[in-house]
């Protein structure tokens, strides 16, 4: 049985009348300490499933189950990256960790906790800046402090909404090699959400790319059999990931919305443009005024 | 070179100012109104209680900082009175759409009336408490007008908390009262601030027309007094008093609030 389970999981937004589909059956199954990659376009769906997994939302049919029970709302046995971050401002880097920490530890005694925190502001580099509010970090750090909040509960599941989308290609590249070590040494199952096919398969075991919405779905699983520790210098010149490569992004590119060409006949006002004042370049340099009865092409998203 | 001058421009200008003010205030006691005492005649008539501020001859006849400290003191009680009703009635206000469809017109509708109409209905209601009626109506009609500008910000302060923070206390589980305390109340009070500073403004405000009606020794008693007494300078000596005390209660707050903003 596996460890984490969607099964025909339906959601949408909105009532009766104006509703939308975002994901439509949603089939995924995930074992214990696996490292999962979700790929998918902007707006597909991707924060609404790993809400899901988290328990902050709840599917409008069909089952999450982790550990063969069904998840009802959030626990600590999931710790989750904002893809905004979500630091609360008031508090200071050990602050906000702590304030996780005393969540799931409450019967520790203060010098543990603090030790804790402590020993996770190490795990991403932050010793430095512990005492700083969020505002005096970079976006950068910001994102490290979230992911050691959700290290510091030490949960079973480690879901990650794009933790690294906000952040140059250096900085990038950096987190990820501490995301692929952290992982390695303490074997999580993660979720790691991404727009980037290259981040996904450089840490996971397995991507899956999400096809665009509304209605979005999760394509075949690729597993990522790639050996450890993987090399980001050579890695794009192996066969195998180019093979892994083509096949998400051919994926994502078949699901993407179609562009007909369609054929209308468009009414327009008759005016004459050359009647107002208006010097022509500001018409949008348009030289033929429309006329009535124009036959004009467009693009119609189908 | 051009900062120094800089500041010395932002230094004098007000003094323009203050001097355009009172040369308008010499010509219109000189021209249309010859019962407007002159600047000159009103620290005449001042000096007195400016300069021995804390004296006390009388119920009625004290320095004009020791009538400052009773107001302010009326001030006080009032307006603790109004933050600790308003602060809660804010939250709830911002927390429950039910409770807002409900308590949200009626405090459209009492936000507007102006203090001179609560006090009677202050004196009314505290009627059988005898010699404290004054007191407490003074203090009921402080708090119920000073308390909608902390109603109203806190509210906005509510409902203005990011989702964010809130899936963070949902991600955590933390407890109703943990979410309160750890997340809403610190997302909260920067607007709450904002609230208590504009509170004080208007407690401060209704001061003079509550102490005017019940008669009690402070600024706007006194003022009143001497309208009375047909002593018009000193009627001037209360209205700067009055501006000037405002004025450093808003600045004090002010700071306070900033303390919170950047939090
Ligand atoms: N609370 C909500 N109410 C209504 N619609 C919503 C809500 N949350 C998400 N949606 C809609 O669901 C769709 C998917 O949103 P979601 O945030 O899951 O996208 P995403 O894949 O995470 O995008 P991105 O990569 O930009 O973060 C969007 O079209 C969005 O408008
Ligand atoms: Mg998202």
């Known amino acids: 049985m596996p460890f984490l389970e969607l099964k025909e999981v339906t959601k949408g937004f909105g009532a009766n009348g104006s509703r939308t589909e975002v994901l439509r059956n949603i089939n995924l199954q995930i074992e214990e300490g696996e490292f999962v990659a979700i790929v998918g376009y902007s707006g597909a769906g991707k924060t609404t499933l790993i809400n899901m997994i988290s328990g902050l939302a709840s599917p409008d049919s069909g089952q999450v189950s982790l550990g063969g029970k069904p998840i009802t709302g959030p626990a600590k046995d999931r710790g989750i990256v904002f893809q905004n971050y979500s630091l609360l401002p008031w508090l200071t880097v050990s602050e906000n960790i702590l304030l996780a920490v005393d969540q799931v530890f409450p019967d520790w005694p203060p010098e543990k906790k603090s030790h804790h925190v402590a020993s996770h502001v190490a795990k991403v580099n932050l010793s430095h800046a512990r005492d700083k509010r969020p505002a005096e970090l970079s976006g950068g750090m910001r994102q490290r402090v979230s992911v050691a909040r959700a290290l510091a509960m030490d949960p079973q599941v480690l879901l990650l909404d794009e933790p690294l989308s906000a952040l140059d290609a250096l900085t990038r590249a950096t987190l990820q090699d501490e995301i692929s070590r952290i992982w390695q040494d303490n074997r999580k199952t993660v979720v790691l959400i991404t727009n980037d096919p290259d981040e996904g398969i450089y840490l996971a075991d397995r991507i899956i790319p999400l096809s665009a919405g509304p209605g979005a779905t999760l394509g075949p699983s690729i597993p990522v059999d790639l050996h450890r520790p993987r090399d980001r210098k050579t890695l794009n010149q192996l066969t195998r990931f180019k093979e892994i490569r083509s096949q998400v992004i051919d994926y994502l590119l078949a699901s993407a919305p179609k562009r007909t060409e369609v054929q209308k006949t468009l009414i327009l006002p008759d005016i004459e443009p050359e009647d107002l004042s208006i010097p022509k370049p500001l018409m949008g340099g348009r030289k033929q005024p429309i006329r009535r009865g124009d036959i004009r092409r467009e693009s119609v998203e189908i | ?263």
């Open chain 2, 1 to 263: 070179m051009s900062n120094t001058l800089e500041k010395l421009k932002t230094a004098l200008l007000p003094l323009v100012g203050f001097a355009a003010a009172l040369t308008l205030w010499q010509a219109l006691s000189m021209t249309v109104s010859p019962d407007l005492p002159t600047p000159m005649k009103t620290w005449e008539e001042s000096r007195e209680y400016v300069f021995k501020p804390f004296a006390k001859r009388g119920e009625m006849d004290q320095g004009i900082l020791r009538f400052t400290w009773y107001s302010l003191i009326l001030v006080a009680k009032g307006y603790a009175i109004a933050l600790i009703i308003g602060t809660p009635i804010g939250f709830l206000l911002g927390l429950s759409k039910g409770f807002h469809s409900i308590f949200d017109p009626i405090i459209q509708i009492l936000r507007p009336v102006s203090p001179l109409a609560w006090l009677p209905l202050g004196l009314v209601l505290f009627l059988s408490a005898g010699k404290q009626a004054s007191e407490l109506g003074a203090l009921f009609t402080i708090a119920i007008c000073s308390m909608w500008p902390t109603v109203l910000n806190t509210a906005v302060g509510v409902r203005s908390i990011p989702q964010d923070y809130i899936n963070v206390a949902r991600a955590l589980k933390l407890s109703k009262a943990q979410t309160l305390m750890k997340v809403l109340l610190p997302a909260t009070l920067p607007y709450m601030f904002t609230g208590y500073r504009l509170s004080l403004g208007i407690a401060w405000l209704v001061i003079v027309a509550a102490e005017m009606l019940t008669g009690k020794p402070g600024v706007g008693g006194f003022l009143w007094q001497e309208y009375n007494a047909l002593n018009y300078a000193r009627i001037i000596l209360c209205i700067l008093t009055i501006g000037f005390v405002g004025f450093i209660l808003d600045r004090l707050m002010g700071l306070v609030e900033k303390r919170f903003k950047t939090a």
